[in-house]
């Protein structure tokens, strides 16, 4: 489990080694909504209130949070060797 604000590289490394996500508001960030989208549907998730971070008032979150099912949705990973054989297909 990881304790963050959802950011590009934590989302996707969060998505792709099954770790559940508590997750606060990033405040004025334009991708937050997908983001959080894609916690909702790849990974176990859920927001914490910014009063219930500060305060340290964590425990319920973190009881539903591991209380959660997996997603039954699943991103294949091997990005990177799709790429590569890409660009390897340039070079030919």
């Not at 008032?57 to 099912?69: G, I, R, V």
Request: aromatic letters at 8%.
């Amino acid at each position: 489990m990881v304790v963050t604000k959802p950011g590009y590289g934590i989302v996707s490394e969060a998505i792709l080694n099954d770790t559940a996500v508590l997750y606060t508001d990033r405040g004025n960030f334009r991708e937050q909504p997908l983001l959080e989208e894609a916690l909702r549907l790849y990974t176990r998730s859920l927001k914490l209130d910014h009063q219930s971070l500060l305060d340290g008032s964590w425990a319920p979150y973190l009881e539903s949070l591991m209380a959660q099912p997996r997603p039954e949705k699943e991103i294949s990973a091997g990005g990177e060797v799709v790429a590569a054989e890409r660009l390897a297909g340039f070079c030919l």
